[in-house]
């Protein structure tokens, strides 16, 4: 026994609600040596988060563990009896979930979650454990770390949560740590913090690590090695360096090409355009009582005015919490504005949506983040992308099922998915039927509300490439919402960078190298770079990160 | 409630998934369901004819269920009882049940006033304990079919709202219906197509559970002797008329609470494995 994990040819078989089995791991085999981070990367459903989770002996309902082997420190998972897992885990190897957040119990403290494991195996005693949380705590560089402990798991922020979770990980000292997508859900600025962090407990304790993640440019940072995955199968295994420079595989190289800046077509229709399609002056909306000079207690957007112009698009980036999408919400009258104007294709437009004329909603369509909630998982998709077409176009049966081709045909997915349901495609297909929904109304702008944020960054690509083809056929504009600044760079001719409901600064894609506010400096410069000695080789002003990182 | 889904072997027909549990469930509910359509034709004897000389009498041939506290015929009786159990049972629980659940998604579609105003007002109907507030409305109009009727679907209205509305609330704040109401759509388009599908599991579920209520009500009811009136009789007032055949285990008690029994653990049994569509096209 050489490594600390070899795995060899493992299987694992899910059954469907129609009895049928499906291989989803086919044959995978892996080995990591001690104190060595191996990423596992790939699309969704290529099987990285369930072979992540055999090694701890688990298979998730439904899912079997039918062959190979699976040995960690010793002992060969899939074979040992359940008491005996449940020994090994905690101790042995431990486990990051995607989601800090769903993962802490709200009711009790985070210093009794912490030290949970520590009691359950008997490692050793509360006081004892409480001291050794402070350390990790420290070791995590998280704020206040005597204090901490004591806080309920909501008066934390996400970037804490998630690093809290790592030391609810380490404490009962395991050999392997698996780091389910730990910083997906992060802002940019955030991210840096937490990666840091993760990647200083690991080199000091000498951990061997598992992370799993679907971000090249994130994994580039923390691993020795990375293991792409793609349906169930080993595609490509190498160090990050090797991988990085001289991918061999295609599906690498696809990812890899993912993260390339791409070509922005110049605008052909300069001269056409400058017609402003809407605008936006002095708009504010919060939360909370109105005051009597009209403003909300709490501004989630204050005073921005915008103007996007026919056939042009306006980028909005920013961290979570900046009124963003408070401001896509105001836009469209979900959030009726305070005070402000929208003046939308030459008319002014009612500032609460139930009192704009239908024709006005038709032309304004919003997509949101979410395909999962944005879809109703009640209704195939034909019933989704038809109702659109029955309330503002008054189709018949006929005429309708027609369209629905059309409309599937725009967004590059074949036909015979209209009688599926929303759970039964792909985060990618979900997101383009959203979007189908919303090309349904026929409208003159869309608004996209982080529309790419929940997606793989092979599919992000695909989806922002749809974006900009339909874009010349339909003559859109969008305003293109999201906190990823690649995305808004590739398909914006103007990005307006928003920080705590205001509006920074405006500029245009080729001008991002330079930007002129230390906001957008700090949020720029913190976008990870697929260069693997980033992370170590990044300075960041300590005092713009004080001023306007939330640690 | 059980989960009996994960146990039982299922079996696949027509592009649905049927569990036999539900099958044999379906099939009883389906028998007594003929009974009570078919009752008036099918019993041997009139209900109020005294046929045999003893009391709680034996089963035997002609009196295949024995006889009751009068020596009347025991079958008969129990299958006219089934149109009143079944009958006033289901018409109760299906006004109790639409108008509570449409009542529910409506107040979590508006929200505001109304949804405060019938919160309030359905929730101090709750507070009404149901078997006074039986009591009290027999008490001031007199007992008769659809007094009945609507007295226990007036006690069940207040739950189903409550179980409708707590539902829809979640179902509500997904992005699905801020697409739907800035498209335009009106109310009754985001209660019967947005909403209802989305809940209509687990208000079948509810609706089963309130079905077993009502008839364990209208039973209580008729024990009490608010229910039908003599000669007519169901299932419950059957039990309380013959309490007294207890010591003999006549089987004039027996039967119809084995009747109640059947019928409600059968709609239960039914709503827990109703077939179910599979969604694998591969398959």
Not at chain 1, 209 to 225: C, E, F, K, M
Request: proline fraction near 5%; aromatic fraction near 6%.
């Amino acid at each position: 026994m050489t490594n600390l994990v070899e795995v060899r040819d493992l299987r694992i078989e899910a059954t469907t609600d129609a009895g049928r089995i499906v291989e989803i791991i086919k044959g995978v085999s892996l080995d990591i040596p001690d104190g060595e981070i191996v990423a596992l990367i790939g699309e969704s459903g290529s099987g990285k988060t369930t072979v992540a989770l055999s090694l701890m002996g688990y298979a998730r309902p439904g899912c079997r563990i039918t062959g190979g082997e699976i040995n960690v420190n010793g002992k060969n998972m899939a074979a040992i009896s359940e008491k005996e897992r449940a020994r090994s885990r905690g101790t042995d190897i431990a486990y990051v979930p995607q989601s800090a957040a769903a993962s802490f119990n709200p009711s009790s403290t985070i210093m009794e979650q912490v030290i949970e494991v520590t009691r359950i195996h008997n490692l050793m005693p509360p006081e004892q454990a409480r001291q050794r949380a402070v350390e990790l705590f420290k070791a995590l560089s998280l704020p206040d770390p005597e204090g901490i402990g004591a806080r309920y798991p909501h008066q934390v922020s996400g970037g804490q949560l998630q690093r809290l979770a790592a030391a609810m990980a380490l404490i009962g000292d395991p050999k392997l740590v698996i780091f389910d997508e730990p910083t997906t859900a992060l802002d940019v600025t955030t991210q840096i913090d937490v990666l840091k962090a993760f990647k200083s407990v690991m080199r000091a304790g000498g951990i061997a690590g598992v992370y799993v993640s679907h971000d090249l440019a994130v994994v580039a940072q923390i691993a020795d090695r990375i293991v792409v995955l793609k349906g169930g199968e080993v595609q490509e295994t190498g160090t990050t360096a090797a991988i990085l420079s001289a991918a061999t595989h295609a599906y690498t190289r696809e990812l890899l090409a993912a993260f390339e800046p791409k070509p922005r077509q110049t605008q052909a229709n300069a001269d056409v355009g400058a017609k402003a399609l809407l605008r936006i002056d002095n708009l504010t909306a919060g939360y909370g009582p109105v005051r009597t000079n009209g403003q909300p207690v709490v501004r989630a957007v204050d005073s921005v005015s915008l103007l996007v112009e026919r056939g042009r698009n306006l980028g909005v980036i920013g961290e979570s919490g900046c009124g963003k999408s408070t401001l896509a919400r105001a836009i469209a009258g979900i959030h009726p504005a305070a005070t402000g104007d929208i003046v939308f294709d030459g008319k002014a437009l009612e500032r609460a949506a139930k009192n704009r004329s239908r024709d006005q909603l038709r032309e304004m369509q919003i997509v949101f983040q979410y395909a999962d909630t944005a879809l109703n998982p009640a209704k195939s998709v034909e019933d989704i992308i038809s109702r659109p077409l029955a309330f503002y176009h008054g189709l018949d049966r006929e005429a309708r099922s027609k369209r629905v081709d059309e409309l599937l045909d725009m967004v590059r997915l074949p036909r015979t998915l209209r009688y599926r349901r929303p759970s039964e495609l792909s985060g990618g297909q979900k997101q383009r039927v959203n979007f189908a929904r919303a090309l349904a109304a026929d409208p003159k702008l869309i608004i996209c509300d982080e529309i790419t944020s929940a997606l793989d960054t092979v599919v992000a690509s695909t989806v922002i490439e749809l974006l900009k083809e339909l874009q010349r056929e339909l003559e859109l504009s969008y305003i293109f919402i999201s906190h990823d600044l690649s995305v808004v760079e590739a398909i914006c001719d103007q990005i307006m960078v928003m920080y705590n409901g205001e509006r920074v600064e405006q500029i245009t894609p080729d001008k991002v190298k330079a930007p002129t506010h230390p906001y957008s400096k700090l949020l720029f410069s913190s976008v990870p770079k697929l260069d693997p000695t980033w992370l170590d080789g990044l300075v960041r002003d300590p005092e713009l990160v004080n001023q306007y990182g939330h640690r | 409630m059980t989960m009996a889904r994960a146990t039982t072997s299922r079996r696949s027909f027509l592009g649905h998934s049927y569990s036999l549990v539900g099958v044999v469930a379906a099939l009883v509910i389906l028998a007594w369901t003929l009974v009570a359509i078919l009752a008036p034709y099918i019993i041997p004897h009139s209900i109020g004819d005294i046929v045999d000389d003893d009391y709680f009498g034996p089963m035997r041939q002609g009196l295949w269920l024995g006889s009751d506290y009068l020596g009347r015929d025991m079958l008969s009786r129990v299958l006219m009882g089934a149109r009143y159990t079944v009958g006033i049972s289901l018409a109760a629980v299906f006004i109790a049940c639409f108008s509570g659940v449409v009542l529910g998604m409506i107040a979590a579609v508006t929200g505001g006033w109304l949804d405060t105003c019938l919160s309030r007002f359905l929730d101090a109907m709750n507070s009404i304990p149901s078997k006074l507030f039986g009591l009290v409305v027999v008490a001031a109009v007199g007992s008769s079919i659809p007094v009945l009727i609507l007295t226990l679907a007036v006690i069940y209205i207040p739950g189903a709202y409550r179980f409708a509305r707590a539902l829809a609330v979640n179902i509500n704040t997904m992005d699905f219906m801020t697409v739907a109401r800035v498209r335009g759509e009106n109310t009754i388009y985001l209660i019967g197509s947005e909403i209802l599908p989305n809940i209509i599991r687990p208000v079948l579920a509810d609706f089963g559970l309130r079905f077993v209520f009502i008839v364990l009500l209208l039973s209580g009811l008729s024990f009490l002797g608010l229910g039908l009136q003599p000669p007519l009789a169901d299932w419950g007032a059957l039990v309380r008329e013959n309490i007294g055949g207890l010591p003999f285990a006549a089987p004039a008690v027996v039967v119809p609470s084995l009747a109640i029994a059947s019928l409600t653990i059968s709609v239960n049994l039914l709503i827990d494995n109703l077939p179910q569509k599979i969604r694998d096209r591969d398959a």
